[in-house]
C-alpha cells in the first residue's frame, strides 16, 4: 500500500522561514514532489526530487531523502502570499504511467 | 495562453441523473487524468489517459466513465451520480516528459453537488 503523511496545519509569521514535513510508505520509489493550492484554486506544481539531497529554487527548496523516506518543503522569506496548502505527492512505480499519489495536504498560514 | 478548461465549474444535480464534466487543454499533452479533492482524504485518481484511445483506473474509479477520443479532450461521466460523488473534481495534464518529473497542469476544478 502507499502511505504519505503530512501535518494538517501550520502557522508561521511574515518572513520567517517554514518546514513541511512529508514521511512517505510505498513499494518502489520513483519521484517526491510537491504542489501549491491557494484556497478555491487549482494546485500549481512547486517542485521534483527524485534523487537524495535539496534542489533550490527561489525562496523554495525540497529536499528528500530515500533511506527515511521522508522530504520536506522549506520556504524562506515568507509573504502572506505564501498562505496556501501544501502538497507532497509521491510516485511509488517505475514509469510515467504510474499515478502521482498526494497526501492530505498542509494548510500555511502566514500571519503578520 | 495554454491552459487546462473544465466545464461546468459548479453543478447541482439529483441522484441519477447523468452528468458529463468536460475537460479541454490546449497543450498538445498526451496524457490526462481526472482527480477529486475531498476533505481530510486530499487528492485521489479516478482514472488517466496516456493518450488517445488509451484509459486506466485511478485509486477511485467507480461510479465513474471517461473516453479518449480525441488528445486534447478527456470527458468524465457519471451515468448515474449518488451524494458520495459530491466532490470537487480537478482535471489535469501533462506532456509525457513532463509526467516523469510530476509536473501537472491542473484545470480551475468543478464543484459537484449530488442532492
Known amino acids: 500500500g502507499q502511505n504519505i503523511d503530512q501535518p494538517t496545519e501550520m502557522t508561521a509569521t511574515e518572513g520567517a522561514i517554514v518546514q513541511i514535513n512529508c514521511t512517505y510508505q510505498?513499494?518502489?520509489?520513483?519521484?517526491l514532489f510537491w504542489y501549491q493550492q491557494h484556497a478555491g484554486e487549482a494546485p500549481t506544481f512547486l517542485s521534483y526530487?527524485?534523487?537524495?539531497g535539496l534542489e533550490e529554487k527561489g525562496r523554495f527548496s525540497s529536499f528528500l531523502s530515500r533511506s527515511k523516506g521522508y522530504s520536506y518543503l522549506l520556504l524562506k522569506e515568507l509573504q502572506m502570499k505564501d498562505s496556501a496548502s501544501y502538497l507532497c505527492?509521491?510516485?511509488?512505480?517505475?514509469?510515467?504511467?504510474?499515478?502521482?499519489?498526494f497526501g492530505k495536504g498542509t494548510r500555511l498560514s502566514v500571519i503578520a | 495562453e495554454a491552459q487546462v478548461t473544465q466545464n461546468p465549474r459548479y453543478l447541482i444535480t439529483v441522484t441519477g441523473k447523468k452528468l458529463t464534466v468536460t475537460c479541454s487543454q490546449n497543450?498538445?499533452?498526451?496524457?490526462m487524468s481526472w482527480y477529486r479533492q475531498d476533505p481530510g482524504l486530499g487528492l485521489r485518481q479516478i482514472y488517466y489517459?496516456?493518450?488517445?484511445?488509451?484509459?486506466d483506473k485511478g485509486d477511485v474509479p467507480e461510479g465513474y466513465k471517461v473516453s479518449r477520443k480525441e488528445k486534447r479532450n478527456f470527458p468524465l461521466i457519471l451515468e448515474s451520480p449518488s451524494p458520495n460523488q459530491t466532490s470537487l473534481y480537478f482535471c489535469?495534464?501533462?506532456?509525457?516528459?513532463?509526467?516523469?518529473?510530476?509536473?501537472?497542469?491542473f484545470g480551475e476544478g468543478s464543484r459537484l453537488t449530488v442532492l
Open positions: 489535469a495534464s501533462s506532456s509525457v516528459p513532463a509526467v516523469n518529473t510530476g509536473e501537472l497542469f
Open positions: 510505498t513499494s518502489g520509489f520513483n519521484g
Open positions: 526530487n527524485v534523487l537524495d
Open positions: 505527492a509521491v510516485r511509488d512505480g517505475n514509469s510515467g504511467n504510474t499515478p502521482l499519489v
Open positions: 497543450m498538445n499533452h498526451e496524457y
Open positions: 489517459s496516456m493518450n488517445v484511445e488509451v484509459t
